[in-house]
């Protein structure tokens, strides 16, 4: 029960981390192609910590609503591999992504995917 834990709590803390590292990236890549660096731009990684705490937040619902119930639920079908864990990580991530879009797709009358030449649905 101790490690489910603190895997549970490194699932949740590695995200924000990932998004800041993932931004940072992006950041040196566009500098080392030729972005300038403007005075007043060190204000976008301060605007990374409210975006971190709500990143934290989505994830301690993710890990707490579906991560912990899948594990012991592979875990007592003795289905407790990598395989398992990926294909089910990729589906609790899925799943949810896929029914907060649903009414965007092609076919769907309430909002049309492009409007006058913009596309009005995320592509992820």
Known sequence: MRSLFLAA???VLVQPL????QTALLF???LSNGAKWAPGDERLFWQ???VSVYVLIVATIFVLVLGIPIFILLRRLNRL???SVT???FGAAAVPIGLMGWPLWQGSRTIPP???GTATMWIL
């Not at 990932?18 to 590292?21: D, G, K, T």
């Open 28 to 30: 040196a890549i566009s």
């Open 9 to 11: 709590i490194a699932a």
């Open 48 to 50: 990374l910590v409210p």
């Open 81 to 83: 591999n990598w395989r």
């Open 18 to 21: 990932v998004m800041v590292l």
């Open 87 to 89: 294909a089910a990580g």
């Open 114 to 116: 492009v409007q006058i």
